[in-house]
Structures are given as C-alpha cells and as structure tokens.
C-alpha cells in the first residue's frame, strides 16, 4: 500500500486512452462520493467583518444572536474543503495568498479557519492526518514544503488531500 500511494504522490499527470469496453473490475464506491451536490460547497472570501472584528467578539456576538458563525467541520470533510477552495481560488506553491489570489494548501486551511468552518484543533488534526499519508509515503517533510517542491501539481495536492480525508475518515476523524 505506501509503494501505491508513493507512487501517487510522486507520478506526473498521465494522458490515458478510455478502454474499449465496459471495465473489468468495478471501482468501490469513494468515501464521500465525488458528487458536486453532496461536498460543501466552498466559503465566500471572508467578509471585511470577519477580518477586522476579533474572534473573541465574534464568538460573544454570536452567543447573543448577533452573529451567524458557520458550524466547523471534523478534519476529514475540512481536508475535502480545502480541495474545493483549491479548484475554486486556485492553487499556488511558495505563498499562503499570491498577488492573483490563489492559494497554497496551507492558506486554504487558513481561509477556511478564518472564515470559521474549521476549528484550530480540528485544523492541526487535518495537519496530522497529511503527514501520516506524507510519511507513509517515505516524504518526511511538512505538508507546505512538501506543495512547494519542483515539480509538484495540483493533481498530487488533490490526492493528498483526498487520501488524508479518507484516512481521517477511517479512524472516525
């Protein structure tokens, strides 16, 4: 299973042909399916309230009724998040946040704790379930250092981020 997904987290996109026929083998069905409808759809950019007024405030309007926060997600549907906020702002490697405003994975998991969809634990789970997956795969590196390496694509930060959720998932993360 690790020479599997080494070799996930370290192949080029590859062109294939479609086969012939119908497929030999069915594919298990994908935890959670890769339906547009069923994922979270990705945050707005955070609103000029959200980054000027202080978190604590926001927490204490939002127990007066004054502040709609949204409700954080566990690890494993953060890490989904943070791949739907890649496909929507695009993603970037060296900067959290580059001048055309895409992001990296570390400033989607940012934007995401900002606008208030993950918890700081929850985040620092998500952290450590990436580099259970980076380990296993023999990368012994943090996740950032590992988005920014030559190279690198989206597709590879996908699948990262795909088989991080999975595993949080499997655990009950």
Known sequence: MPALITAELHAQP???????????????PRWPPR????QPP??????????????TAQRLMAGLGLWQAPTPLPP????LHTVG????????????VDPKGRLCMRGAQSLLE??????????????????TILA???VHMPFYAWNDLPGRTF?????????AAEHAHQIGD
């Open 76 to 79: 494993s549907l953060h890490l």
């Open 14 to 28: 590859v062109a294939r042909r479609a086969p012939a026929g119908p497929p030999l083998v069915t594919p298990a």
């Open 42 to 55: 990705p945050p707005a950019p955070p609103t000029w309230g959200q980054r000027l007024v202080p978190g």
């Open 155 to 163: 597709p590879h930060v996908a699948a990262l981020l795909t088989r």
């Open 136 to 138: 296993g795969a023999d």
């Open 35 to 38: 339906d547009p409808r069923v």
């Open 114 to 131: 900002k606008t208030g969809h993950v918890t700081p634990a929850a985040r620092h789970r998500a952290v450590d379930h990436m580099h």
């Open 85 to 96: 906020v890649l496909e929507t702002y695009g993603w970037c490697k060296s900067l959290d």
